[in-house]
């Protein structure tokens, strides 16, 4: 799942390319990945692009009609895991069927266009025509963003300290702080040397600062290695540079240790117990209840 660094990277790559362009229409052959229907998608038909952003894991594709004098529209994309985009120089305008990864397709008035796809059988994509971004619900609970530069030491102690339970679920909670998912909060937890497990609210000026620095670290590295890629480089890129994420068994790049799994229901992560737990391994079983 595309999470801070890869949407961030991807808003300002269709940022460049987008912005200024004329929408012709917004077709979306994948009836269930569209959440919202006033206003229509085809409200967005002779809109111009006036920018691309990131809200926390969230693209906002914003569009306006200067001409009418109205109030922009914002198509929001929440790609989920399995969702991503393509680019196309040029594009057909014949009806588009469901068929394949093509989940929607943004055209633009000179031929090119924007495709929206999502890949398997778990269909999670989240498309929305607002008004407002904060009309999303997911958008309008956004915490701090991971990279706001307000997110100082007193900022992220009081975060915590609001939201008890362990670091892994506190740091990967979209409400407290925004953009960071399952894989970098894996990555930002063994940087910092603290265990995903640790709680979250009862952390030492010391630990809080060690999180703080990798956070700002992890994510700000990730995001200029993003930056050089592009689109499709993006969508492949993010496992490479993971230190713990993902690599289960393997040996740690900074202790040797043994990287170690915990499986949940819907998800897995990944920590060193070298690094992280005081050489502690935690059987799946007991973490799952701990984890909620
Ligand atoms: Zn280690």
Redesign the pocket.
Known sequence: MPELPEVQALAEILDRRVRGRRIVAFTVPSIAALKTYDPPVSALAGREVTGVQRHGKFLDIEASDAAAGGAPLHLIAHLSRAGWVRWRERASDTRLVQRGPLAARLRFDDGAALDITEMGTEKRLALHVVRDPSDVAGVGRLGVDALDEGLDLERLRELLRARPGTLKAALSDQSVIAGVGNAYSDEIL?AARLSPFARGDRLDDAALARLLAALRETLGSALEQARALDIDGLKEGKRSGMR?HGRTGEP??????T?REVSLASRSFQY?????TGGRVYADRRMSRLMR
């Open positions: 063994h713990v740690c790049p900074v202790c040797g240790d990287v060193c117990p070298g690094c992280q």
